[in-house]
């Protein structure tokens, strides 16, 4: 069964997407810059 890979993300499905966002997000609010925007954006 493992031999064909997992089955617990397949391509195509709304669980793809999702890993994907999660990721990105994970990635960008890394950067200081980013992550100092995010911080402040409802400050005035």
């Known amino acids: 069964a ?3 890979g997992s089955r ?3 391509r195509g499905e709304p669980t ?3 890993v994907r966002e999660a990721a990105f997000s994970a ?3 890394t950067t200081p810059e ?3 925007r995010i911080l402040t954006a409802g400050t005035p």
Do not use: F, G, Q
Request: aromatic letters at 0%; charged letters at 20%.
């Open 34 to 36: 980013i992550k100092s």
């Open 27 to 29: 990635v960008c609010t």
């Open 8 to 10: 617990s993300v397949t």
């Open 16 to 18: 793809e997407r999702l």
């Open 2 to 4: 493992t031999a064909a």
